[in-house]
């Protein structure tokens, strides 16, 4: 009996094949990076991870593919990957502003709590928005450790960089809330959702404080319900 072979069956290999060798041939460290920054804004971070794992095949020493990949890691649930690479990121000369927040988040991801007060605190950066962030990040990682002193100051030097720092305003209604001023932790909350309406830490945070602080449990689902909304996954 012949043995005949669809070629409709061959096809689909060849092509796959065929987009595999120019995928390989394509070494160009910088169009990876380039290609894994489009991946990064489309919030696709395993296909930017892949490209970066491979621009850093061809060019190890390359600080923005190790700074991206750090960032794409933490962003992918990776905080110990993270922190290795962005250190390296650091290690290769690239900028503290950039790299640092991102480094101390990943600490505090993996619950380094003291050592982020610790390498941290009286770290200053050179723009107002990452200095914001950091101190943001290290008045958390007081908060963590039950140091209130040590968080209000560092939540006040977050807010003293940038007053509408969106993470700082977060944990300074919080910090009203922890105290029972529940409707000035919602002022607060207020006060930035009108200015970014879909920030869901900031929604979430005001369903809490309406469902366990106000027993508004209908509010509070609404509020749950937007901050679902704004980040589906």
Same mark, same amino acid.
């Given at each position: ?109 993996? +619950? ?13 950066? +050179? ?56 409707? +000035? ?49």
């Amino acid at each position: 009996m012949k043995n005949t072979t669809n070629p409709w069956r061959i096809a689909p290999v060849a092509l796959s094949i065929a987009m595999l060798l120019s995928a390989c041939g394509n070494s160009d460290p910088q169009k990876m990076v380039e290609s894994a920054r489009e991946y990064l804004d489309k919030k696709d971070n395993a296909a930017a991870i892949i490209q970066l794992k491979n621009a850093l095949q061809e060019k190890p020493d390359l600080a923005e593919a190790r700074f991206l990949l750090g960032k794409a890691l933490l962003a992918n649930g990776d905080p110990v990957g993270g922190q290795t690479e962005l250190q390296k990121a650091l290690d290769l000369g690239y900028a503290a502003d950039e790299a640092t927040p991102l480094l101390a988040r990943s600490r505090l991801a993996q +619950g380094q709590f003291a050592e982020v007060t610790k390498n941290y605190s009286d770290v200053q950066l +050179g723009s107002a928005d990452a200095n914001a962030t950091l101190k943001t990040l290290v008045a958390v990682a007081w908060r963590q450790q039950g140091n209130q002193d040590a968080f209000q100051k560092s939540l006040q030097e977050a807010l003293t960089a940038k007053p509408d720092h969106e993470p700082a305003l977060i944990e300074q209604a919080r910090l009203k809330a922890a105290q029972r001023d529940f409707d +000035g932790a919602l002022g607060v909350l207020a006060a930035l959702l009108a200015k970014s309406p879909t920030n869901e830490d900031a929604l979430k945070l005001r369903g809490d404080i309406l469902l366990y602080g106000k027993n508004e449990p209908d509010q509070a689902l609404a509020a749950y319900r937007e901050s679902a909304a704004a980040r589906p996954k």
